[in-house]
């Protein structure tokens, strides 16, 4: 605006006053002098007592308006004299943008050799887009603020794994012992001592690792950062000097993903539908089916079992597991276990076995008993919640049983009275007779207190098979126990080793555990072991 502007409505009549000003100070009565400064200008005009600064800068034609403003306020009430200042307020916007470089995070890791390091994940620095208000008065910068923010570029960390090799006892192995530790896939095979990684992407959340029933594939879950998906499925070969990674293109899987044991390349698994909520997901306690090719092609996804209500506290989820023979699945739920037969020509449909009170845990968590298959297929080793009959309700009950359940027909056989909610009965490799008999044993884990087997710690116990001669393995007496999970058995029995190994973890390390002789030995050390997987 022209530093005069606001002379210009009432030029003739300031001009005659400034003159008149000039010739005599004659001032008509009742009117009084104030001086005003707008815009680089200064100048006097007249008005009548009583005016307020708003009405003066209108006599003087002078526009005033937000965001400007005036010295003193406008609705200021002049006297004689007084100063009335405009000052003019502007703002603009202003766009940069900023690089944040990233950080360097170092892992020990013990699956490495001492001094050797490697690269996990390349570091990308951040892209930030910062808009910025500035605010001038009569020109001149009076402050300056944020007023968004946009990430452009999230910054990724450089992590580097260093290698901190304790020099534990090596020992051969058969098969091949796959094992996740701070988000990434190891491999062991021949003995202890040889190891590599095999998915060194860090955001494996565990919720699925499975080897392939062949060994040269790894079925896993990777976390995701998308809005309304929790993670997703991937498969990797693991063998053979080009690696192929598959994304299997669903997502949302916490109970359930495994390789449909007689087929090529063939996944089942169930979803779940993300909540806000605890625990975080609905179940849709489904089972689907997909196929997929070492080129890449993925089929689209089939149904096998419809989404359900779950039965009792089914928001939480089912778990499955195959049959040997592939074509059925046990199923566990809160309230009980059956089988599905995938053979059925009409729709699939729940069979149950066993109907248990489901478990009141008073929590965001539902307990779900452990199943698992005979290697015969004519049996099934799961956990049975029992009615006390001296707890309040049923549901209310400390009591729970490992049990045999055969599929022929004839009663559940007990096997562990007491045994504990997490006990995860394990069968060992089929063992030939000298009879020419299929033996074979049971691991399982035995609550310490089984009374309060949810937050007891656990022993590792084997017996054979129909619950005879059952020895603890580990750990010591007097030692902390174990936390519950799943153990897995060697596939053969390891050179040097009498029986066949158990593979479990404890205090977040991997040991291996004699069947036969009890001798223990600890694999890694560095505390950061989270699932694992032998075939």
Known sequence: MPPVQWFRPRLIVVALLW????????????????????????????????????????AAGISATSPDRSEPPGYTVLAAGGEIRVVRVTEEFFVEQTVIPFETQTIRNESLPEGESRLIQSGVNGLHEITYR???????????????????????????MVGGQTPFSQVQITGRLVYLSSGNAWLIETNT????????????????????????????TRRSDEAGQINTLWAAKIVGNE???????????????DWVPTSVLRVAFSTVEPRDAAPGWQAN???????????????????ALEANAGGIYGWWGMSFAFAPDGLRLAYARPDGVGVIDLREEEDTFLRPIIEMPAYNTQSDWAWVPGITWAPTGNL???????DSGIAATPEQSADFAMTAVPLEGGASIPL????????????????????????????????????QSETSRYQLVVMDRDGSNQRALF??????????????????????ASGYWIAYLYQGNLWLVDSATGAAFQLTGDGLIDRLDWR
């Open 19 to 58: 003159l008149a000003a000039c010739a005599s100070p004659v001032i008509t009565p009742g009117l009084i002098t104030v001086r005003i400064t707008a815009d680089g200008s200064t100048g006097e005009i007249h008005v009548p007592a009583g005016t307020t600064v708003e009405e003066a800068l209108q």
């Open 134 to 160: 500035r605010v001038y008065e009569d020109n001149v910068e009076v402050a300056s603020s944020e007023v968004k923010r946009v990430v452009l570029q999230e910054v990724v960390p450089e992590i580097v």
């Open 193 to 220: 001592g040889n190891r590599r990684p095999v998915m060194t992407t860090g955001d494996l959340d565990g919720q699925v690792f499975r080897l392939s029933p062949d060994k040269e594939w790894l079925l896993f």
């Open 243 to 257: 690696e192929t990674l598959i994304d299997l293109g669903v997502g949302n899987i916490i109970h359930f993903a």
């Open 285 to 303: 306690n489904d089972l689907q089916l997909v196929s997929f090719s070492s080129t890449g092609w993925v089929a689209k996804p089939a149904t």
């Open 380 to 386: 099934l080793f799961t956990v049975d919640h029992v």
């Open 416 to 451: 562990v009275a007491n045994s504990g909610m997490f006990a995860y009965p394990t069968p060992s490799p089929i063992q030939v007779q000298t009879s020419g008999e299929l033996a074979y044993q049971l691991a399982f884990l035995q609550a310490v207190f089984p009374n």
């Open 475 to 496: 750990p010591a007496e007097g030692q902390p126990g174990l936390e519950p999970q799943q153990v897995y058995w060697s596939p053969e029995v390891a050179p040097g």
